[in-house]
């Protein structure tokens, strides 16, 4: 998993135009992309049959050039119009994510050079994997190896519960709090066996399986007669496997609990599915599930945020502490094609998000790619 030397020095190259100021900020931004963007791509023409799969960058490059083009046309950004002082968990879980991409999701309309595959994908496992869909089918299908995404008591418990709403299809029923300015609809809500309610959000990760290793390995470890060993060993991972649960999902998740008056709701839960690929296709392979509950801690985290995103609504301009931002969190944001603190040039962030603050900077084009122009990147 890695840039061709081409590919590498002209990514380096297009950041700087960017105005990528930090040579460890484009190396870690660069190398959290590929796993973003980069992909397998099977290659028939292959001389050795053990690597006719090959890693490619060009989705990385070509996400680049993208973001070149948009910020180079700011003028041609369609912009949206602010909604007065009313808002959603997801506006609220995307300020306590970054305020930032809080304004540019309010300012701008998607570009294609928005389009992140992994937020598609898991737009698509909600409609497909989701808990909505397993709800009278979690014994479907019997195979050890899939049933492992089931193995989570708080899951069971959901399962063993009246579910009463779902957020999800085409026209979801939107709960609204006048007094707050609050409207939403939660994937779900259920009552439990005690007669109380509950909310649920739930979250698709993408993450390798180390139960799920490539034919090519079985093979050679069937061969060498320590298959049954090795995949005692991949369960032992899979049983380790940590969560970690970001603070802006779990404010998500308050943001209901605190607002929606139609239910009586006395906790929440925040599932994490871990998913990988199987033969193309897409499946859960663990659960992650954190309660949260009406606290004094979940009420200051609530009110901290809440109280920071009013103010930022009402005078349309914030502090930006530059010395926070982690090159990951942005390669792998959606709204990074737009944002200029990523490159830590500016100490401000603004509602709307101004479209004349995006712009190019100059950077001398790599001589190690000036005799060869005419060639593939």
Known sequence: MKYTPRQLSFAQY?????????????D????????????????PKAKNAFKSWQYSAKACIDALMAEIKLK???????????????????????????????????????????SNEWIEIGECLHQSLRLGVRYNQRNADPDPFY????QNPAITKMLRSK????????KPQLFQNEETGFSGSPDYIFQDRDGAYF??????????????????????EELAGTLEAKNQDR???????????????????????????????SYGYLVYWLYDFKDGEPYVFKAGVKKIKL?????????????????????????????????KKCAACSFSPFCMQKTRRLDHVWLPYPSDALRLFPSEFPDALRPNLGHQI
């Not at 297009?14 to 484009?26: E, H, S, T, V």
């Not at 870690?28 to 290659?43: A, D, P, S, T």
């Open 147 to 150: 049933q492992r995404g089931w």
């Open 295 to 327: 606290d004094e801690k979940s009420s200051d985290l609530y009110q901290q945020y809440k109280l920071k995103m009013g103010k930022f609504m009402q005078k349309g301009v914030e502090a930006f502490d530059a010395a926070l931002i982690n090159p």
């Open 235 to 265: 369960y032992q991972v899979w049983e380790k496997l940590p969560f970690y649960f970001f603070e802006s999902h779990i404010i998500q998740v308050l943001a209901y609990l605190y607002n929606l008056i139609e239910y009586p709701l």
């Open 72 to 114: 180079g046309s700011p003028t041609e950004i369609k912009t949206r119009k602010l909604n007065g002082k009313n808002w959603t968990a997801t506006s609220l879980s995307r300020y306590a994510f970054c305020s930032a991409a809080f304004s540019i999701g309010h300012s701008f309309e998607p570009a294609a050079a928005t």
């Open 14 to 26: 297009l950041l700087r135009r960017i105005g990528f100021l930090r040579q460890k900020d484009i």
């Open 163 to 170: 579910l009463v709403h779902v957020g999800h299809g085409e």
């Open 28 to 43: 870690v931004y660069l190398q959290h992309l590929l796993k973003v963007k980069g992909r397998y791509h099977f290659n």
């Open 199 to 220: 909310v649920v959000e739930e979250k698709f990760i993408r993450q390798d399986d180390p139960m799920n290793p490539t034919a090519l390995k079985l093979m050679r």
